[in-house]
């Protein structure tokens, strides 16, 4: 973002105004805790700021300060959509494509609100006036502490904006341990900190507050789990009678991928997930050095992310499915033993 488009962001902050912050569909730590942190920041300013996700997300997500204020597309469409007609701004954070919002998309597209887009995702789309995209960053909550920085306005960081911004950052980097933290997100991290983020207290928020049927969940993936040791790959598979067995609930099976990743030698992890009410797979894909699951996400699964953690469909069956991602595996052999 240069200069003088942050004098122009300035000058249309600079009055109070209708603003409308959109999150990704089934939103995750980063996606709400930018959203829900870069609406304290405006209201703030005194704009009329209203976040909007596309559907519900997770209970472990559900206490960060402003929850009761997000609006939820599904459940309130109507009241939504009004909101997104009379927007003067739009702040789209966390996704670089507007098909991410679901059924929000239609409506999005429609509005003639100015369109910020703030992400680290690769290759953003370019629906938006202003685009501050930056793939080298940890997380979308980390961009918001910098924007709010190139804004002249750390000063208004409270502990609201501080408590948002550090569960994005702390769930995107996996507590500070991806390679995507830099000496720079802990700086960040610590003025959080000072600011007023509880980072014990967040952290047990999220992590330390699992049902026991969770639990029993993540011991059914963790006994479907297979290794191809030969291609350095594991994987997960659940299906919707498992789900259902355990009372799958929203945000259950998020970071389950990550267990195939903690295996010896292993550099590629992917979940692959039924949904019959969506009628798709869910998949997941992990992976460690510069194995791009990116591109092996865009090029055959129908989706994509960042290099280490991307998401895809697909609308074989679950078996069909496996056999596909085995099939193309082999296909890597060589990229996956370089790692
Ligand atoms: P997850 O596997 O946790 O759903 O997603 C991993 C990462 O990839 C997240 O940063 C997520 O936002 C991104 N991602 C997930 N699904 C998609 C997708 O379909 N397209 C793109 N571009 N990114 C995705
Ligand atoms: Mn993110």
């Known amino acids: ?42 209201k703030q300013h005194n704009h009329d700021a209203t976040v909007i996700s596309p559907n519900d997300y997770p209970s472990f997500l559900k206490w960060i300060p402003g929850n009761n204020q997000v609006l939820i597309h599904d459940y309130q469409t109507e009241t939504s959509n009004d909101l997104i007609e009379k927007a003067d701004l739009i702040f789209t954070l966390d996704f670089n494509a507007l098909h991410r919002t679901g059924n929000m998309e239609a409506v999005l597209e429609k509005s003639k609100a100015i369109k910020i887009l703030i992400d680290h995702h690769q290759a953003p789309d370019n629906y938006a006036q202003y685009i501050y995209s930056d793939v080298g960053m940890s997380s979308t909550c980390q961009m918001v502490y910098q924007f709010i920085h190139m804004l002249g306005d750390t000063h208004l960081i409270d502990s609201n904006i501080a408590t948002c911004l550090y569960l994005g950052i702390m769930t995107d980097t996996g507590s500070f341990r991806f390679p995507c933290t830099t000496s720079n997100t802990h700086i960040i991290v610590a003025d959080l900190i000072e600011k007023g983020a509880n980072s014990a207290y967040i952290h047990n928020q999220v ?6 049927e969770r639990l029993q969940l993540l011991g059914c993936a963790l006994n479907n789990l297979k290794v191809i040791y030969e291609l350095r790959t594991a994987y997960i598979t659940l299906s919707q009678d498992e789900l259902n067995k ?9 970071g389950v991928v990550n267990y195939g990743l903690s295996l010896e030698n292993i550099v590629f992890a992917a979940i692959f997930i039924e949904d019959k009410q969506e009628g798709i797979i869910k998949i997941s894909l992990r992976s460690k ?26 609308d074989l069956s679950l078996n069909d499915t496996v056999n596909k991602f085995i099939t193309i595996l082999p296909d890597y052999s060589n990229a996956l033993n370089d790692e």
């Open 1 to 42: 973002m240069t200069q003088t488009e942050i004098e122009k962001i300035k000058k249309l902050l600079a009055s109070p105004k209708n603003i409308v912050i959109v999150p990704h569909k089934n939103p995750d730590g980063d996606a709400m805790g930018s959203t829900v942190g870069l609406y304290h920041y405006l």
């Open 246 to 254: 355990y009372n799958f609930k929203k945000g259950d099976t998020e």
């Open 289 to 314: 050095g510069n194995f791009s699951v990116n591109d092996f996400s865009r090029l055959h699964f129908n989706g994509g992310g960042h290099i280490n953690a991307a998401g895809g469909r697909s």
């Open 207 to 212: 992590y330390d507050t699992n049902s026991y």
